[in-house]
């Protein structure tokens, strides 16, 4: 098993990365506790909630609750119900809940542990290789109709348990968004990993240890920055790389008809050519752009308007010639912020989605 | 001005008790905001919004929002729409939102601030007696039909200003029940200052320096046990010295139907009696007595049922046989938590009842 600690203002919680985890649970609780409560989703659900429910009722008595997959149950509506469903299981402070899911599941059942009586314990299951990134932080959070993760706290699991068989049973194109944030992870940190994930081909079947080496080193990048900079004052930011043109073309697209990776990698691949520009420096873009393409990641797009990518970059959507803020690379694991013309961000952007489209 | 600091885990802040300080709030601002949301309710809100708004437009952009007055706002759906609200008004994470009213007010504008893009700054401007306790400790939340305060946070304001001018336009039984939390601080801590409020007459106007002396002396003692405990592990507990029974008859009674603080007033007599048997000792029982008396404390328990107050003391409400955990006087100004026999409690309680009603 592998592990990694993770030093937080409220203390300290271990990231564990393994095979079938899931069936030593009870082992690894931080404590004992009286009552137990796991969150999970309908897809989830049926392919891991027994085994989870079976370690646990060894030690706890257990009870569940299962919400729709997608993005809508990270809603009011939905965490308002699960406290009425912990409040009628009998939950106390000294309680546990449990989030077995990926990364909506952690943010809204996070969510409603930090708030459920001031804060009770909970720890991440995270099923997918994107929770690497989400089920590290302390980020958690519901939707409002008006903007992703508006309602949310800073609240730090007691642990994280990730079982990597549970990845096995993800479609292709999770797998291509997870590691997005794995490539993310590679190139933003003074020690990059780059290299060594440019062999990895995703189409065929992933074994365990490579699973469990990639899963590390991505938290392990996760973790230098979210210690230094726990309440994102400064730092933090730079794991937004690829994020302000990949957040905009998830939404320009609608939430689900493109995956947050496979947005990102079209992101990571602008900012690297918006870094090259600015610094008038040379980065593995070819070499990203190559391996993206390999691994099928999608580039469709075509049918985008910039102007309306431009609107939804800059930082006040409002004001009509306002400053568009990009984390870009000095070189290669060396991050910055910068603020950039909005003038400038749409030649670049034009110039940059006509090279996508013709290649 | 009056001022006490209280450290917390995030940092200080000040508690300033003063008059008028409603017309000096812009130089009370711990910083500078761009935006400021003022959250009040229909009561406060024509009394005292209007010199608030007029003072904080000298330095802010300010948008504000006016909820009915009562317990009955503290729900998800107020705290939903007032989400929505501050969205709409533009806050970022670098705006305030005041909190200006009693305790239902900081609750509610406390777990919104503390929620609000992961949390923004918050300031307290309390408006009743009551709310001195309240203010002070970070806690903030609100209500879910199962339970008071299921859902919120621990989340310390920027600053508590709080301008006794406001006191004045109280009705007299929200001045009794603020005043019954200011007599339990005065009990419950190594320097006891009951002494000092034996003389006073609520029945009287009162004096801004009086005011401005006992909420700082409250303060004080709320300061020194939050801080020691500002996550309710151990001695905060204390805090709930008269309010086993209080709760119990608030709930019994109806909330509206009775204050908090008259309710708390009957607990800590019953707790004071109870110490007093329990430890074998003597306690200023019939002082205290006399002055809730004096005062007009309604001690109208006839018509509710020892059974029924019992069953909603007991921590475990559905198990028959389970202990009542109670805080204790050991000497004035020394508590200590003790778990008692229902069937002891009981039997107290029903001497205290007929010993209250006859007297």
Known sequence: MKSIQVMTKDGAYDVNVDSELRFRLHELLPKSYRKVFVITDSTVGPLYLDDVLTELRKVSEVDYSIVPAGEGSKSSRFYFNLMTEIINAGLDRDSLIVALGGGMIGDLAGFVASTYMRGIDFIQMPTTILAHDSSVGGKVAINHPEGKNLIGSFYQPKAVLYDVDTLHTLPLREIRSGYAEIVKHSLIHPTPFWDQLKSLNLNQPLDNERLVSDLINGIHVKREIVQQDEFEQNVRQYLNFGH????????????????????????????????????????????????????????????????????????????????????????????????????????WLETFMRELVNN
């Open 244 to 347: 302000t043109l990949g957040h905009a073309i998830e939404a320009e697209r609608g939430y689900g008809h493109i995956t947050h990776g496979e947005a990102v990698a079209i992101g990571m691949l602008f900012a690297l050519r918006v870094s090259e520009q600015h610094f008038n420096i040379q980065l593995p873009f070819d070499e990203l752009y190559r391996w993206f393409k390999q691994n099928n990641y999608p580039f469709d797009v075509s049918d985008l308007s910039v102007t309306r990518l431009i609107t939804r970059m800059k930082k006040d959507k409002k004001a009509k010639n306002s400053a568009i803020q990009m984390v870009l690379l000095k070189q290669l694991g060396e991050c910055t912020s910068v603020r950039l013309e909005d003038n400038d961000v749409t030649l």
